[in-house]
């Protein structure tokens, strides 16, 4: 097997220039079966595997931008979702950050820390370790012993700073009386969230290495499926007519209507076929 104790991946932070990030990842062996006399072994690549995967998941993206935007549609104007101070100050949060990024100079050691922050932190809950760290203004890198598409990925699935500032507010809410200032938390989600969300928009055109060593495919399928989830859960909690499970079961209804259309189609071309 070829060695894989030294891969190199980079990534592009500044449009103009580029930095590299070094994971090393430690080789592994594959017990090797006898074939039987007959059959010729057979190796498939992981893209390829990967790239299936990502065909697969394109229903179930379907399936659910069709009902978060009916349930938001349906939260917004017809439970009057919009009226509420969460709504109002998230938006607000999320405006203001959206209006910085295209007019103010980008913050981009910022992100490039949470980056690699963020990978770092996937790292260590799988029981990996990082031996170096490193972050600039042109870019940063970890050097890890363990890597997969999931670290690799987290970043742009993860809204870091929104994450902490939620566990600081709760951290804080166990020996102070935060309520006062829950819309303040609303308007900071908003802005972090829309740090995350604009940054990672404007990652993603870049080459990332980060997206190419798993298939391009696939991680942006991975990239807005997960980011789409968040989204929901959002929703969800901000609307008090909206439920989980209410909300489940008209994903199911629509993931069930979505394959029956296919499997119509499908039908429809196999049977033009043979006539």
């Known amino acids: 097997m070829p060695n894989l104790a030294a891969t190199k991946r980079k990534a592009v932070i500044n449009p103009q220039r580029e930095t590299t990030r070094r994971v090393r990842v430690a080789?592994?062996?594959?017990?090797?079966?006898?074939?039987?006399?007959?059959?010729?072994?057979?190796?498939?690549?992981t893209r390829w595997v990967k790239f299936v995967v990502a065909v697969f998941l394109l229903p179930i993206c379907a399936a659910l931008s069709q009902t978060f935007f009916t349930?938001?549609?349906?939260?917004t104007l017809a439970q009057h979702l919009w009226t509420g101070e969460e709504?109002?100050?998230?938006?607000?949060?999320?405006?203001?950050?959206?209006?910085?990024?295209?007019?103010?100079?980008?913050?981009?050691?910022?992100y490039v820390f949470g980056h690699e922050l963020t990978h770092a932190l996937w790292v260590w809950l799988m029981g990996g370790r990082v031996s170096?760290?490193?972050?600039?203004?042109?870019g940063g890198h970890i050097v890890?012993?363990?890597?997969?598409?999931?670290?690799?990925?987290?970043?742009?699935?993860?809204?870091?700073?929104?994450?902490l500032a939620i566990l600081t507010y709760g951290a804080l809410s166990l020996a102070y009386n935060m309520q006062p200032y829950g819309r303040l938390?609303?308007?900071?989600?908003?802005?972090?969230?829309?740090?995350?969300?604009?940054?990672?928009?404007?990652?993603?055109?870049?080459?990332?290495?980060?997206?190419?060593?798993?298939?391009?495919?696939?991680?942006l399928v991975v990239i807005y499926l997960l980011n789409l989830l968040l989204l929901c859960a959002m929703l969800i909690l901000a609307s008090?007519?909206?439920?989980?499970?209410?909300?489940?079961?008209?994903?199911?209804?629509?993931?069930?209507?979505?394959?029956?259309?296919?499997?119509?189609?499908?039908?429809?071309?196999?049977?033009?076929?043979?006539?």
């Open 71 to 75: 349930a938001f549609a349906r939260a």
């Open 132 to 138: 170096r760290f490193r972050v600039g203004p042109e």
């Open 185 to 219: 938390l609303y308007a900071i989600i908003g802005v972090t969230w829309a740090f995350h969300f604009t940054f990672t928009c404007w990652m993603i055109p870049k080459n990332q290495t980060d997206l190419s060593d798993h298939g391009t495919f696939f991680s």
């Open 240 to 275: 008090p007519h909206l439920t989980f499970a209410s909300f489940g079961r008209d994903l199911v209804a629509n993931i069930a209507t979505f394959s029956q259309k296919i499997f119509d189609f499908a039908s429809f071309v196999l049977s033009g076929r043979r006539s």
């Open 87 to 110: 709504f109002w100050f998230f938006s607000l949060g999320a405006v203001l950050w959206v209006i910085a990024f295209f007019g103010l100079p980008r913050p981009v050691i910022l």
């Open 144 to 163: 890890t012993n363990r890597t997969n598409f999931w670290i690799a990925l987290a970043p742009y699935v993860f809204p870091l700073y929104s994450i």
């Open 27 to 45: 080789p592994y062996v594959v017990p090797r079966l006898r074939p039987r006399p007959g059959f010729a072994s057979l190796t498939v690549p």
